[in-house]
């Protein structure tokens, strides 16, 4: 089940970086991401029986394979030790791993889609090759931003702070390793095949240049506005 002490301990991080400064706010994204990625480390050295076990989660549902959608879930899975995937058959964004980093990884979805979704609203009568653009250019931003801060992990290790010890990068390379065979291991049992979506072009530079610098100044501070919610907490389960 999911750890709720995790996901308050999280909440009060990113209070404490409660910033108009766009970097400052993106900088305590990356200290939960640390934090979690902690949290999955000490459950590991409890032993095997003490692991999560590898489940799936629904994230969203859409007619067609949506580029800018996936490109953020893509990201946010990558970050969080998921996989991200999409039906063909039925449509519906899946997220694969432990129930912990789905429900994490499904809350930053919903906050970045809906980011992306007011900030499209600014750009109304510049037609729809524009707003499509705008939309990728966002979300290839966000992607890179969300799969940098995994890889500074995986380079630089994790600093000690008050709930967990210094990690090495090595361990946490280890960790995120970990969950990657877990996964692969799940989706072989229920015989799941998975191939590459190929990316499609934009037909606006102007809107991916716009999109593009607009994902640079998303906040991925989310969870400071909502984590230390009770009523939010409770609503954050696996469906």
């Known amino acids: 089940m ?5 996901l308050e301990k999280i909440s009060k991080l990113l209070a404490l970086a409660n910033s108009p400064n766009e970097h400052e706010a993106a900088s305590a994204a990356e200290k939960a991401a640390e934090l979690l990625a902690q949290h999955n480390l ?41 996989q991200a995937m999409r039906s063909t058959y039925s449509g519906e964004m899946r997220l694969v791993g432990t129930e912990t980093n789905i429900t994490v990884s499904q809350s930053l979805y919903k906050y970045l889609t ?3 979704d007011k900030l499209v609203k ?3 009568g ?18 890179q ?15 000690a702070n008050a709930d967990y010890n210094s990690t090495s990068a090595i361990v946490v390379r280890s960790m995120f390793e970990k ?8 989706l072989k049992q229920e015989g799941v095949k998975c191939k590459t979506q190929k990316s499609t072009g934009v037909n606006s530079d102007l809107g991916f240049s716009f999109g593009y610098i607009a994902g640079e100044k998303i906040s991925l501070n989310y969870l400071n506005q909502n984590l ?12």
């Open 114 to 116: 809906a980011v992306v």
């Open 179 to 186: 969950h990657t065979l877990a996964i692969q291991a799940y």
């Open 145 to 159: 931003r969300l799969e940098q801060g995994r890889k500074n992990m995986e380079a630089k290790g994790i600093v």
């Open 228 to 239: 230390h919610k009770d009523k939010f907490i409770k609503q954050l389960t696996i469906k």
């Open 2 to 6: 999911v750890d709720r002490n995790l």
């Open 42 to 82: 000490s459950v590991a050295d409890l032993g095997q029986d003490k692991d999560e076990d590898i489940t799936k989660g629904i994230v969203d549902k859409t007619g067609r394979y949506v580029t800018w959608k996936m490109w953020i879930l893509a990201g946010i899975a990558n970050a969080n030790g998921c």
């Open 122 to 124: 600014q750009h109304r």
């Open 126 to 143: 510049k037609g729809r090759a524009f707003i499509n653009a705008f939309r990728v250019g966002c979300a290839t931003r966000l992607r």
